[in-house]
């Protein structure tokens, strides 16, 4: 059941990945993007038609509130009010996609729950990175040859 589960989310990827519009570049967001693929897969228990399916619908949806982000960085409430315009048109999409309005809402909880934990996650590593400092802010020795004379 494993072997079924990660052959899926590996085919699941790559279709997300070949419909996006723009390559994301290798690198740090390359995988969170893949861990965020695999997790709304299994939060959602999607299957392999209704993953074909859900990824292109999503993938819009999330260009949607990124433009917003764009064009209304310096108004707060202007992009609330146009994400909140985006996920009441993209809750009726989700709707065709899973026929059922509460996994439709379910993709939402989904992000929502995906970016805490990002953010916590981030949080304890900048914490176990700053706990490494010394005082003033600098690491301490790690070894090799200090100063003059070892």
Request: aromatic share 10%; charged share 30%; proline share 4%.
């Amino acid at each position: 059941m494993k072997k079924i589960l990660l052959v899926w989310m590996v085919w699941a990827m790559g279709i997300t990945l070949s419909t996006a519009q723009e390559p994301s570049p290798a690198g740090p967001g390359h995988s969170i993007e893949a861990i965020k693929i695999a997790y709304m897969t299994k939060q959602l228990g999607l299957s392999a038609e209704e993953a074909q399916r859900f990824w292109p619908v999503y993938n819009k949806y999330m260009d949607e509130v990124k433009r917003a982000r764009r064009e209304n960085r310096s108004d707060e409430l202007a992009f609330e009010e146009k994400v909140l315009n985006v996920r009441k048109q993209y809750r009726g999409e989700f709707g065709k996609v899973f026929n059922d309005e509460a996994r439709a809402n379910k993709v939402f909880q989904c992000d929502k729950n995906f970016g805490m934990m990002m953010r916590e996650e981030w949080q304890k590593r900048r914490q176990l990175r700053d706990g490494m400092s010394g005082p003033g802010g600098t690491r301490p020795f790690r070894g090799g040859k200090q100063g003059g004379g070892n």
